[in-house]
Each structure stands twice: as C-alpha cells, then as structure tokens.
C-alpha cells in the first residue's frame, strides 16, 4: 500500500510530546489520517499506546494497515474528534495531537471532488455518514449564503460574484462536478486574478469543505474536552493550516490558560480560578526552510502546545 501523505513537523511534535518513561502511556492522535505522526511515536516509543481517531474510514484503512505491526498499541477509532472528548470516560490522556485538514490522499485518491483539478462528484465529506454534501451546497443554498460561505471560510475577496455566477449556471442543471465548478468560478473572477499565486478556485473549494464538514466549529469544543481528558502534566500539540483554525486554536488556549473567570468589569477577583493549562508556544512554531523546500504546504503550518496544569 502507498502512503502518499507527507507528515508536517514531524521532528517539532517529536521535541514536544514526549510521554513518561517509568509507565505505559496514552496518546490520541485525533487525526490520525494514513498514520505518519502516529508511526513515528509508536516507533520511538514502546510503552506508548495510541488510540488513532478519523472521521473517515477510508483513510483510516491505510493507517491500520500501516500500524499491523504494533498490534494491540494502535488502536483505530472512526470518529469526528470534537464527539471522541463530548463527555469523555476513557482513562487519562498524557499526549493529544492535532493535525487539522485534509490529507493528500483526499485530493489524490479519495474521489470525492476535493480537487479542482479532477473531474469527480462534487462529495467533499470527509464522513460517509454526514447528511450534507457539496452539490447540495453548491446547488441548493440562496446566493447570498453561498457568498457568505465563500467570503467567511475562503477568505475569498470575488465571493459575491463567485456565488453569483454559480447560481445563474445552475438555473440550466444541476453542477454535479469538480471540474464544472472550477470552470464557473474561473470565469467568474477578472482576468487579473486568473493567473495569481494560487489557482481562483482554491479558496471557495476550501470554503465548500469547510462548510459541509462543519471543520471550523469542532475545533473548539474538542480542545476544550482534550484538556479535561489529559492528566496532570499532559500536553496537547496542534497543527493548522489557515488563520482561520489558528484564530480559533489561539483564543480557545488564552482562555483556558486564564486564572480568572471573573466577568472583566468586576474590579476585583472573586471567582478564586486556576489556569487550566499553560501555553508553551507563544508564538506558533513554523516549518523550517529545509522542510518548506521539501514539502511547500508545510509553509502554511502553525504549531501550537499547551501543558495541563
Ligand atoms: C492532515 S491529515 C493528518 C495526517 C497525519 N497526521 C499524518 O501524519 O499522516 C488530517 C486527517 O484528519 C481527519 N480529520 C479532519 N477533521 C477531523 C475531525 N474533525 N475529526 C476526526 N478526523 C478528522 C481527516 O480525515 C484526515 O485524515
């Protein structure tokens, strides 16, 4: 099997999660994905056991078979990462990494219209089981939700006239295909945003998968329940790949890393709080050159850790 998959900051995740030594230990990996971060941690250590949770079972497929080898020490669960710490149960966590977004293999393999490139079912769900898809956004939400959708998860400065353009095409049918939408925004957008840095769909292709995965509005919830999960001590590394999820990882670890939960115009504290962690990074770490030469995604990737108090 091929893992076509290249693993950002593997070496930085490597320096920050370290488990204990003197005990069995506990990591979930919530995106596990073809398993490049989870292979090297259970390769380097022997007493980690690591629960690999994915939404989707199609990738998690490469990363079981991927970790035959370590036997009962990987342990696979399908998933969306937020549901996995909603009331969790299980025993305490010592490591928690996240690394968010898609793999290669959902652009490459998946078929399910990642890629502007192709020409697939306009799918984009990263669970087989979610109930909405990107042709039902594409071809069902009002203009002025599409545009919204384009302007908040793509950043995407044409959104109105992307969304319009959309919905005049799909008055004649149905867009069924990644390619057909591709085509769309392409002559939606001026002349002199078709040959830029980036290819004019990448954005609201970006805002489609955002939206039918609802990948935004998980982040939060799941940071909050890993940090009850973990044990004393423990850390949680993240990775994100737009200011969009680092915006959210950010306050989300301010927040937890305040003492006082007092409301701010009280002028003195009653509530007696503690900080629930401690942030290691102030400032995200970012791939090195040498990495970015090899794997140029990379260049997008933000890592943040946090420690349990
Ligand atoms: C960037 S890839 C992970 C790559 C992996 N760290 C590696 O080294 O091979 C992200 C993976 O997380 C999964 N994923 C994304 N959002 C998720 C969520 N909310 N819950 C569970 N899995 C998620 C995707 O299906 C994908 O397989």
Redesign the pocket.
Known sequence: ME?V?Y??MKDEVKQYLIPPTDKPSVMV??????????NMMLSEYPQLKVYG????TH?QEKAKNRMKEFGERFVPVH????DYFDDYQGEPIDLV?F?????I??YTESERGFSFKKEENLDMR?NDESPLTASMVVNSYSEEDLANIIYKYGEERYSRRIARAICEKRIEKDIEKSSELEDIIFKAVPATYKHGRIHPATRSFQALRIEV?K?LD?IEP?LRGAVKALRPGGRIAIITFHSLEDRIVKWTFKDLAKACSCPPEQPRCTCGGKAAIKILTKKPIIATDKETKMNPPSRSAKLRIIEKR
């Open positions: 893992y998959h693993s950002v990996d919530c995106t596990t994905g073809e398993g490049g971060h989870t949770l994915d939404c989707d990738i998933t969306w990462f937020d990494l690394d968010l977004g898609i793999s293999f959902h990263l995965n990948e998980r799941a």
